[in-house]
């Protein structure tokens, strides 16, 4: 389960740019779930993907090396979320 958070459901193996490909794909997402429920849900949605991505990542690099592989793009759903929070919120 944590590497399915952190990798985005695979799409951190997406090649090139795992990072931008996980940008693209939260921003739709994150617009999505803003058009479900408004900024509440996509704020709750924020909060809750931090919180799992802290999770998720810990235990997936507990073992290994290098602790910012490039696969692990929860982090870009995380910030593109909370960038979108701000305009949402304002003009949504």
Do not use: Y
């Amino acid at each position: 389960m944590e590497r399915m958070i952190a990798t985005l459901f695979g799409a951190g193996n997406l090649k090139p740019a795992s990072g931008t490909w996980a940008s693209a794909i939260a921003i739709l997402l994150g617009l999505g779930l803003h058009r479900l429920g408004s900024f509440p849900l996509l704020a709750a949605a924020t909060v809750a993907v931090t919180l799992a991505g802290f999770w998720a990542v810990r235990r997936m690099t507990a073992d290994m090396a290098n602790k910012d592989p490039s696969e692990i793009v929860v982090d870009e759903v995380a910030g593109q979320w909370l960038a979108l929070c701000f305009p949402l919120r304002a003009f949504g």
